[in-house]
């Protein structure tokens, strides 16, 4: 079982920056793929980002790219979501997941550990 901790919302004025953190309780992400996703009041979850662990290569949502920036520290077992220049419409609970199989995928379905989420709040 891996437990899965995200860290690192708050409250932000429109334009600043964020650096969210996963990290995982027992259990090291090697061979894994690990993801953001996130989840605005009254919308379905959406995919932000996924790292390969093993390989450091990345996806992103095409909406996010340039913006938000995943990347994982290896030596301290944390995955990473940098995110810049936010605005009102990024306000959500972002979601830390890992999926063991280590599919780079974009679909929540095929992650199989999640996190508690974190609330990012963007004010105007």
């Known amino acids: 079982q891996v437990q899965l901790v995200e860290s690192g919302g708050g409250l932000v004025q429109a334009g600043g920056s964020l650096r969210l953190s996963c990290t995982a309780s027992r259990r090291t992400f090697v061979r894994y793929t690990v993801g953001w996703f996130r989840q605005a009041p009254g919308k379905e979850r959406e995919f932000v980002a996924v790292?390969?662990?093993?390989?450091?290569?990345?996806y992103y949502a095409d909406s996010l790219k340039g913006r938000f920036t995943i990347s994982r520290d290896a030596a301290m077992n944390v995955v990473y979501l940098q995110m810049n220049s936010l605005n009102t419409a990024d306000t959500a609970v972002y979601y830390c997941?890992?999926?063991?199989?280590?599919?780079?995928?974009?679909?929540?379905?095929?992650?199989?550990?999640w996190g508690q989420g974190t609330q990012v709040t963007v004010s105007s």
């Open positions: 997941a890992a999926n063991s199989q280590a599919k780079y995928s974009d679909y929540e379905g095929d992650y199989d550990y």
């Open positions: 790292i390969r662990w093993s390989s450091g290569n990345t």
